[in-house]
């Protein structure tokens, strides 16, 4: 059988990982500044990690959400102290999508509503359709029965409050966005949403998929506005590679039976890796380290001529390079050993492990040097 051919790939085969590196099939050592995709918060391989899921593996690996895990309970109990959120309540899925659809869905239930607001050049995920073609009315929100999605671009207080009224169910924004070229909103705007949303009574849901776990040196990206939204979606550097997703959900608002759920959302093994990597991040004070190799990082690249426009927090960084310098991220992977990501057209951006070190900086930084001299 042939897989279904939708992803651009390298010509590459990882076949060994360790903290912010990777060895392919022939033995070529790579340094790993994205993390697939920001997913490998405490570093590839780490030993706590692996001892963690291991013990795990050879106990339980899954049993459905019918009887108690208490693996799920002490996972929500270090996020809650972790975040500093400790009065919101934790619903475990698979994936950022699924955090998100579980986040709007809810929305819409407590709402009764089915608009919602989100940005331009947002990504929240690429799922549609299950809850629509399913017509348990337990099951289904208003918002799945025929939703109205309106775009408006981000930072534009203007172009929201012309968009905001009472039929508003949730605003949903990142709380940086990724895939759109790591682009922040202010913490004005983001000030400005929480008091919109309150007045209409619609939720506010902050996307920290990508942005979330730490990455930017605060526990969520929004943490640097103030803001306390309703709905936090998690996912990505959550489980160090272990599919594990989540919505933090504000304490007020109450659950039935049967209002969400999933079939392995949280199971044993993926309560474990959440549980490890928040040990991890602790122990090691990851947080503190992304803020200052992300500082770093940001200052060193602003020194380097042709790049333009360096934005970002912690370590989820963007820049931009020139029309003709273009092959640059495939020099740095090719030539350099640097897995690095991009954002069209001219964005590369950087997701590495919030244990990176400051020397792994100054190799990327030696060879973008070299690379734009
Ligand atoms: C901000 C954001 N939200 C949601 C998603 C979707 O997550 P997943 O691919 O785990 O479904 C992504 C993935 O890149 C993302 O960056």
């Not at 693996?71 to 975040?83: H, I, P, R, V, Y």
């Not at 049967?258 to 090691?284: Q, R």
């Not at 350099?336 to 057209?345: D, L, S, V």
């Amino acid at each position: 059988m042939k897989l279904f051919d939708v992803y651009p790939l390298f010509d590459i085969t990882p076949v060994k990982a360790e903290a912010s590196w990777l060895w392919d099939d022939k033995g070529q050592k790579y340094l790993d500044l994205y993390g697939g995709h920001a997913v490998i918060s405490i570093g590839h391989s780490h030993p706590h990690y692996v001892k963690t899921l291991n013990q795990q593996l050879s106990n339980i690996a899954f049993y459905s959400n019918s009887v108690k895990n208490p693996l799920q309970e002490k996972l929500a109990e270090k996020l809650g102290q972790l975040s500093g959120y400790p009065d919101y309540q934790l619903f475990l899925c698979n994936s950022g999508a699924e955090a998100n659809e579980n986040a709007l869905k809810l929305a819409s239930f407590v709402t009764g509503r089915k608009k919602i607001v989100a940005f331009k050049k947002a990504f929240h995920g690429r799922t549609s359709g299950a809850v629509a073609a399913t017509d348990n009315p337990k099951i289904v929100a208003p918002f799945n029965a025929g939703h109205q999605i309106v775009f408006v671009p981000m930072n534009d207080e203007a172009a929201f409050d012309a968009v905001m009224d009472n039929q508003v169910a949730a605003v949903i924004i990142e709380g940086i966005q990724g895939v759109g070229g790591i682009q922040l909103p202010t913490n004005a705007f983001l000030q400005h949403l929480e008091k919109t949303c309150k007045a209409f009574g619609a939720l506010l849901i902050l996307d920290e998929i990508q942005s979330g776990y730490g990455r930017t040196g605060k526990f969520f990206a929004h943490q640097f506005s103030g803001v306390k939204p309703d709905l936090i979606t998690m996912a990505k550097g959550m489980g160090n590679g272990f599919p594990i997703g989540g919505v933090l959900i504000e304490g007020s608002i109450k659950p039935w039976s049967g209002m969400l759920g999933t079939t392995f959302g949280g199971n044993y093994l993926a309560a474990a890796a959440g549980l490890a990597v928040l040990e991890v991040m602790e122990n090691e004070q990851l947080l503190n380290n992304a803020a200052t190799i992300g500082s770093y990082l940001i200052a060193e690249l602003k020194k380097i001529k042709s790049i333009t426009d360096v934005r970002g927090e912690g370590l989820m960084i963007g820049f931009d390079l020139p029309e003709e310098k273009k092959s640059v991220r495939n020099d740095l992977l090719f030539k350099h050993h640097i897995f690095t990501g991009e954002a069209k057209p001219n964005t590369i951006r950087l997701l590495p492990s919030l244990a990176m070190t400051r020397k792994e900086a100054d190799l990327l930084l030696n060879a973008l040097k070299e690379e734009l001299a």
